[in-house]
């Protein structure tokens, strides 16, 4: 079956329904994709912005993620409504972070997407908050001077404080977990990430404790880690205001091709 036919029966599958109590990740591995009938189908959805962007990128493999990354955001939100992925768009607050430009007949739907080196990311709630990070653990080395420069005192104690064959791995569920609440405020590079702290403590739900210069309830929020694969680690952060039992699931999808339910561990 070739891919176009595949893509017209994606298109017919029914909407899927999304609650105010779930979280949907969906996840997209670019090393995959490399049809170029679906390449184009990308090209086509993307918005002259879009493709603006994604010609800026020097590197082929960033372009390639560029496109990838546009494709998942448009035909994941066309799963939850009848618009088509070419019809939506976006506008970016003052620190960049993408959101839908609603018209009436739009749900809530709220959105934040991550790339690393293997692997895209989209999350999606509705009416939500929400920020995703993952990170390919094998891109970077860890220093853990970079804890020391962007960490909480009491994060950096906490990771010092594990054996050094786990601190890496540690140091990027920090990472991931800090970038994610700070994707959710949309706040980018303005916030100061020494002034609320991750509290990894085993066999305790994942906690988070704000300094007197961030004003916000720590109650109000749900956290949850990802290890999506063997090179990866992500977080999740959702705004949940008064809402007790976030649930996540988490898909795999080439957009406007296929999906399959994606099983990976997730700690709350
Ligand atoms: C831009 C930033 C929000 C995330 O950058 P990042 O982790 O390098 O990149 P990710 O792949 O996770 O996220 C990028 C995507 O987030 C979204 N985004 C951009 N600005 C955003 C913001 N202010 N808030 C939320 N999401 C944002 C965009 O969709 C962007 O992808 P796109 O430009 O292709 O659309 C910003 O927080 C940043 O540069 N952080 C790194 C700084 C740092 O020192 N972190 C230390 C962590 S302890």
Known sequence: MNNLMDTAEYRNLPLLPIHEDDVHVWLTFPDEIHDPEILTAYQDIMDKEEKEKCRRYKFEDARHACLITRALARSVLSRYTEKSPESWAFSRNTHGKPEIVT????????????????????????????????????????????????????????????????????????????????????????FHLDQFSFLLTQNRPLGIMFDKGIN???????????????????????????????????????????????SCIILK
Request: proline residues 6%; contains cysteine.
């Open 103 to 190: 018209d009436r007949s739009t749900p809530p739907l709220r959105f934040n997407l991550s790339h690393t080196k293997g692997l895209i990311a989209c999350a999606v709630t509705l009416g939500h908050d929400i920020g995703i990070d993952i990170e390919n653990t094998t891109a970077k080395s860890v220093n853990l001077d970079v804890a020391d420069r962007f960490f909480s005192p009491a994060e950096v104690k906490k990771l010092r404080s594990f054996p050094v064959s786990e601190q890496k791995n540690r140091f990027f569920d920090y990472w991931t977990l800090k970038e994610s609440y700070v994707k959710a405020r949309g706040k980018g590079l303005s």
């Open 216 to 262: 916000d309830n720590p109650e109000a929020w749900c956290f949850f880690r990802l290890k999506p694969t063997g090179d990866h680690i992500a977080a999740v952060a959702v705004h949940k205001g008064r809402l007790h039992n976030i649930q996540m699931n988490v898909t795999k999808t080439t957009p406007l091709l296929n999906e399959e339910p994606f």
